[in-house]
């Protein structure tokens, strides 16, 4: 079945370090985001991509990387300039086109140590 | 601030009753997406509303969108323990100029209790 595997499930981050969060589709979708949810809260988009080696900064970008090198693959790090980095993180992709809905992962839920 | 908010953002009801959840938003939209997330989980996609469509059916679910009135809403009748999650709406506004970029709302989050 086609779908977005988002991993790890749970990560902890220590202070000073880097951690990088695995986005993986195998949906063929050109455009891929990274989103930031905190409790009871919407979703802010951090970084989106629309195809390979191209991505752009969201409403929140400040503190967090994306690569995107790959169609399948588009990987945010959050840096240890994030100083409030524990939240919920989901990545999703769409269908290059309007009228197309987002597919979602299951989330990586980050926390510091 | 938000294009999309929700309202209630809470709400509970028993079993067998139906739920409305309702979502205003700002500018005008090619389309209006409802989402569904169960605790810890990622939004898995309910319906999608064109902005030419006034309505919208699957299954137990029914989207109503008035684009004169910038609000959508959301029926769930005869709601079941399982449909307890939180309900999110999602406008896009213009793909090609917006690079597929959908804004989120705050979401209602709907308890059935049995």
């Known amino acids: 079945d086609g779908g977005i595997t988002q991993s790890p499930k749970y990560l902890f981050r220590k202070e000073g370090q880097n951690v990088t969060l695995s986005c993986e589709q195998n949906?063929?979708?050109?455009?891929m985001y990274w989103y930031r949810q905190d409790p009871g809260q919407g979703l802010r988009l951090i970084y989106y991509?629309?195809?390979?080696?191209?991505?752009q900064k969201g409403d929140i970008a400040e503190g967090y990387s994306v690569s995107r090198e790959k169609k399948e693959s588009f990987p945010l790090t959050v840096t240890s300039a994030q100083k409030n980095p524990t939240a919920f993180y989901l990545c999703?992709?769409?269908?290059?086109?309007?009228?197309?809905?987002?597919?979602f992962g299951d989330g990586t839920r980050l926390s510091i140590l | 601030s938000q294009q999309g908010e929700e309202d209630p953002q809470a709400l509970s009801i028993q079993e067998g009753e139906n739920a409305t959840m309702n979502c205003s938003y700002k500018?005008?939209?090619?389309?209006l997406q409802w989402y569904r997330q169960n605790s810890g989980r990622g939004l898995v996609h309910l319906i999608l509303?064109?902005?030419?469509?006034r309505e919208k059916h699957s299954g137990r679910l029914r989207v109503t969108l008035d684009t004169s009135k910038k609000s959508s809403s959301l029926l769930i009748t005869a709601s079941r323990a399982a449909d307890t999650a939180s309900y999110f709406c999602?406008?896009?506004?213009?793909?090609?100029?917006?690079?597929?970029?959908?804004?989120f709302g705050d979401g209602t989050t709907l308890t059935v209790k049995p």
């Open positions: 999703a992709s769409r269908v290059p086109e309007s009228n197309q809905p987002q597919h």
């Open positions: 949906l063929n979708h050109d455009a």
């Open positions: 991509s629309q195809i390979v080696n191209d991505f």
């Open positions: 500018t005008s939209i090619n389309n």
């Open positions: 509303i064109r902005s030419n469509e």
């Open positions: 999602a406008t896009d506004i213009s793909f090609f100029t917006n690079a597929g970029k959908s804004t």
